[in-house]
């Protein structure tokens, strides 16, 4: 495997379910993030974790739980979702670092549906 | 606060026509740029990005695009459309200074090229 990847790619669920995404990278970066993008919104960001620190939580509500295990792993844990959570939820890496250096490596996303 | 401005969310060309996407920037110090491309149903690959070295940056796919301080523009262009080249555009922007993982994406521009 190469670059960012993310599982599941579709994930349909319930208000009451618990489910979670996975994000690996493998490009020996120490930055990974999420993103959330719906539909005519720009991306916004939800976490940036930082040699497995979390640097950033852009007022996310507690239904989405971040967790970062190692510098190469990334999970999503979702809980008591609403229908407008339904999104592509895209997970990013970068080797973090001064500015000009840090392009961001996206995962294909999860496409996820709350019903 | 920083934030990206594309004007146009849907652009549409005939092949081999110009390609003109605009980005505009709102920044008190100028920040690095950067194109991202997004095809349907994958995340998002990096174009080319603006690191204050040279004005004029040349990317992949035969895309580039001008910083041009003055309009606070980036915006990217193709001189010949490809029907290949038919996906949805996102400026992003972070700050100049210091280390920085926080990109701010604008809404994106779909491109449509036609025969």
């Known amino acids: 495997e190469t670059g960012v990847t993310q599982t599941p790619r579709h994930l349909v669920m319930g208000m009451t379910n618990k489910k979670s995404l996975k994000c690996e990278q493998h490009?020996?970066?120490?930055?990974m993030y999420w993103y959330k993008q719906s539909a005519k919104k720009p991306l916004e960001l939800m976490f940036v974790y930082n040699f497995k620190e979390q640097t950033e939580n852009n007022s996310v509500p507690s239904r989405f739980s971040p967790e970062c295990p190692n510098s190469s792993h990334l999970f999503l844990h979702l809980h008591t979702l609403q229908p407008e959570d339904s999104a592509l939820y895209l997970c990013?890496?970068?080797?973090?670092?001064?500015?000009?250096?840090?392009?961001?490596?996206f995962g294909p996303g999860t496409r996820l549906t709350v019903l | 606060a920083q934030s990206v401005t594309q004007l146009g969310s849907h652009v549409s060309v005939s092949e081999g026509a110009l390609v003109l996407l605009r980005c505009n920037y709102s920044s008190s110090v100028p920040p690095y740029l950067f194109w991202y491309v997004q095809y349907p149903n994958q995340g998002l690959q990096l174009l080319l990005k603006?690191?204050?070295?040279?004005?004029l940056v040349k990317g992949i796919n035969g895309f580039e695009a001008e910083f041009k301080k003055s309009e606070t523009s980036f915006h990217l262009t193709k001189p010949s459309a490809h029907m290949s080249d038919a996906a949805e555009y996102f400026c992003a922007a972070t700050p100049g200074t210091g280390t920085a993982s926080k990109l701010t994406f604008g809404t994106g521009t779909r491109l449509q090229v036609t025969l």
């Open positions: 490009l020996g970066h120490n930055a």
């Open positions: 603006y690191t204050s070295a040279a004005t």
């Open positions: 990013a890496s970068s080797l973090e670092g001064l500015a000009e250096d840090n392009e961001q490596f």
